[in-house]
């Protein structure tokens, strides 16, 4: 029999995951794939801060007041969010959950704004050098009361990648995993023809403006088409700047093709932060790392290592 995909469309982690394997039995790349499944299940009880119980939110129930020791892939996980941090001067921050929601809430009631001043006092809490970590004893403490985690940045990459693993463990040679267009692939597709993955246009989501041939590699789009508010005709987009806490400008989409799922994830945020140049400057100065920048006036701008069609 030959090869054919198989694929499960899920929502998990508040995202539609489309997850996919090549096999020539259904019912056992179906299976593969629920593995893959459970494994995302198990990341978002983990990370999610809707859940009381999670660790994440242990971590920020008990700001300012004490330690929490966590999972083994948590400190991991959130040691190479502060190491991302470090390299992006900040623009990449786990502690952007500091930011409070009533300030954007990046829905139709929104009509304005918030003053520089305003949005200056919110994000005083944001800083990732008062995320402490105690390696011997696997803590995670936030200096500040008030503080929050969040790994809206990361999360989705670092899912796919971990269900990917699973996959592989059980069988799968090849497939895709596709966290809502940040995506890990392995192997090829059925006749060995690399995957060819979507490049979306931020003007009309659903239609690519261009398209790579990939295998083994992952790639995560930022684009302020995703969510975003219109106030007095411009569009502002739900990426906010840690530092000034107003949202970014200038850029419409960012998309880091790297090895791995959870760097182009936690990449593609603080290149739109940093803007044009400085951010192409990083992805330039970085191995197996490339990057397509689509600008307000639709110029598309590429890392050094990169040729699209």
């Known amino acids: 029999m030959d090869e054919k995909i198989f694929k499960k469309v899920v929502r998990l982690m508040g995202n539609r995951f489309d997850i996919s394997a090549v096999g020539n039995d259904e019912s056992r790349a179906n299976h593969i794939i629920d593995y893959g499944i459970l494994e995302i299940q198990r ?11 999670s660790q994440t939110q242990q971590i920020n129930d008990l700001a300012g007041i004490d330690a929490v020791k966590v999972d083994q892939e948590v400190f991991d996980l959130i040691a190479r969010s502060i190491r991302i941090s470090d390299l992006t001067q900040g623009a990449f921050d786990l502690s952007y959950g500091s930011v409070d929601k009533s300030l954007w809430n990046f829905d139709v009631g929104m009509k304005s704004l918030p003053s520089s ?15 402490l970590l105690d390696p011997e004893k696997r803590t995670v403490f936030l200096k500040e009361k008030g503080m929050r985690i969040g790994f809206g940045g990361i999360g989705k990459g670092y899912a796919a990648e971990m269900a990917k693993a699973v996959m592989i463990k059980n069988g799968a040679l090849s497939g895709v995993v596709n966290a809502s267009g940040d995506l890990t692939t392995w192997g090829k597709q ?11 246009d931020p003007d009309s989501k659903d239609q690519p403006f261009s398209y790579m041939k990939i295998s083994d590699m992952a790639v995560a789009t930022s684009g302020n088409y995703e969510k975003f508010v ?14 000034t806490g107003l949202p970014v ?6 998309t880091i093709i790297s090895p791995n799922a959870e760097l182009s994830d936690a990449l593609a945020t603080p290149v739109t932060v940093l803007g044009v140049k400085v951010g192409l400057d990083l992805i330039n100065q970085m191995k197996q790392i490339a990057c397509i920048i689509i600008d307000d006036h639709n110029k598309i701008f590429t890392s050094k290592n990169i040729k699209i069609t």
Do not use: C, Q
């Open 43 to 53: 990341i978002e009880k983990l990370l999610t801060t809707f859940n009381d119980s």
């Open 117 to 131: 001043e305003v949005a200056k006092a919110m994000v005083r809490l944001i800083n990732y050098k008062n995320i």
């Open 190 to 200: 059925p006749g060995g023809l690399e995957w060819t993955i979507g490049i979306a």
């Open 230 to 243: 219109m106030i007095n005709g411009r569009k502002y987009s739900h990426t906010i700047n840690p530092k």
């Open 249 to 254: 400008t200038g850029i419409k989409s960012v």
